[in-house]
């Protein structure tokens, strides 16, 4: 169901990305990311990286805000996708 694990300490990733974290961070490790938790990310402004919060999760393109229909999840393994017809 799209869920992942996170472990990297923050510390860790304001140095490989060499970004500047937020302060309403996610705690880390988190073995068990679900769809619409928040998860670090990384974002450019200005030539200046930051570590920033921001929910996983599939937002379909006509969905104008979050609360615009029921949530979506989207449930695809790689082995799946050759016999899938999704485009």
């Known amino acids: ?37 928040k998860i670090h990310a990384i974002i450019s402004d200005k030539n200046t990286r930051h570590i920033k919060a921001m929910r996983w999760g599939f937002l379909p393109n006509w969905y104008k805000s979050m609360t615009d229909g029921p949530l979506l999840i989207l449930s695809l393994y790689t082995s799946d996708a050759a016999d899938d017809l999704l485009c």
Do not use: S
């Not at 799209?2 to 988190?30: H, S, W």
């Open 1 to 37: 169901c799209g869920r992942m694990a996170i472990t990297l300490p923050t510390e860790a990733m304001t140095q490989l990305f060499n970004a500047m974290p937020a302060n309403d961070l996610p705690a880390v490790p988190n073995y068990n990311v679900c769809p619409t938790d």
